[in-house]
């Protein structure tokens, strides 16, 4: 997705900043190395610099950007393989605040004063279970989500409430919340609908912005490493292949785009859907084919090319089982 407006440039230039204030891709690794779980400094900071709020319309607090404003900060996010659910909560504040009664949570989520998370449940025999949602274990309130647009808003304290939170080869943290005696005491009735689309079009653009760092780092590998007294760049089946993997990187920039002016409209879904194919897609491609050009070196823990397909793998497995989960409801 080009850049081309002064204010998508300043988006670009403060996520930056602050990704690389909080320590970049070496927080990251160290994550990932010693299995210790994010904590939930990234996002509060993510809240204080507007990005939480982005979609949020002024009068309710927050920045009332557009939908592409939000693409170029997810796909900046991309870049830097945070693990938080930065996207998730994004679209969780935008829900709050279609939905009635919610100002004040609404207030705390977009200034940073607690984590919020929309996440969708099912039924079962003694309550209702989540699904598979990265970054679970960070929040302080669950609003959880059934299909016939019934919410539950949770504390984390909630006594009935239980987190199974465990940690991911990204840095990261995914599980599920079990909700134990969740009767028509506690259920609301949804003015907005669960932002699945939205979700999944941000995590799209964030899979975009990871293909596109790895695609650079590629690059700059063949164009150090020599063999025969030449770059690996100069050879030409890298370079054929290196061809292929910036052509399928521009096609999900481009459909991605194209998925934002079309959200409003009918074809949202089908429009999401194919962003969604196109950009994971083509991070898959990036991701193997950078592993590949790093040779033996790529597939080990001291390659940073390794936290790039972690992370590929931690939002592609969470997304799957959310449509897994949609097809056979």
Not at 58 to 69: K, M, Q, S, V, Y
Not at 188 to 208: C, F, K, W
């Amino acid at each position: 997705m080009p850049v081309w407006e002064p204010q998508e440039e300043m988006i670009v230039d403060s996520a930056v900043a602050t990704l690389t204030r909080h320590g970049g891709l070496a927080r990251v690794r160290d994550g990932a190395a010693d299995g210790r779980q994010t904590d939930s400094g990234l996002l509060r900071t993510a809240a204080e610099q507007g990005w939480i709020g982005i979609l949020v319309p002024e009068a309710f607090g927050g920045l009332g950007r557009e939908l592409r404003d939000a693409l170029v900060l997810t796909r900046t996010i991309g870049r830097f393989v945070a693990p938080e659910p930065i996207a998730l909560s994004i679209a969780t504040a935008l829900f709050l605040s279609e939905l009635k009664g919610m100002t004040a949570l609404l207030e705390r989520a977009i200034s940073g004063e607690e984590v919020v998370l929309a996440v969708p449940v099912q039924s079962r025999a003694d309550g209702l279970e989540s699904a598979l949602t990265p970054g679970i274990g960070l929040a302080d309130v669950l609003i959880m989500v059934e299909e016939s647009r019934a919410i539950h808003v949770v504390r984390r304290d909630d006594p009935r409430l239980t987190i199974d939170a465990w940690p991911t080869r990204d840095g990261g943290t995914t599980g599920r919340a079990i909700l134990a005696k969740a009767g028509e005491n506690t259920r609301q009735t949804a003015t907005g609908v669960y932002p699945a689309s939205l979700v999944r079009l941000l995590q799209a653009s964030e899979l975009s912005g990871l293909a596109a760092e790895v695609f650079d780092r590629a690059r700059a590998h063949l164009d150090l490493r020599k063999q025969f007294g030449k770059p690996l760049s100069s050879f030409q089946v890298l370079r054929n292949r290196s061809a292929d993997i910036h052509i399928a990187n521009s096609a999900g920039d481009a459909v991605i785009f194209e998925a934002a002016r079309a959200y409003d409209g009918q074809q949202r879904d089908f429009a999401v859907r194919t962003a969604w194919r196109a950009a994971s897609l083509a991070a898959e491609r990036a991701c193997k084919e950078a592993i590949q050009f790093h040779g033996a070196m790529g597939i080990a823990e001291e390659c940073d090319i390794g936290l790039f397909q972690h992370r590929f793998m931690a939002i592609v497995s969470a997304q799957r089982q959310e449509t897994i989960r949609i097809v056979r409801g």
